[in-house]
């Protein structure tokens, strides 16, 4: 689990700040969409 936490947390890092700003206009939209993003962005940079 440890290792887990470190490497999402240096997702959160290199996430574009372009990108971090469309994820919390979502969030503000609806709380489950920054999930999904996050999840689709993390699917992108590891497969």
Request: glycine share 2%.
């Amino acid at each position: 689990m440890q290792k887990q936490k470190e490497s999402r947390k240096t997702v959160s890092v290199t996430i574009p700040a372009e990108v971090h700003r469309k994820l919390v206009e979502e969030k503000k939209r609806t709380g489950k969409a920054i999930w999904f993003l996050i999840k689709e962005a993390v699917d992108k940079v590891f497969i």
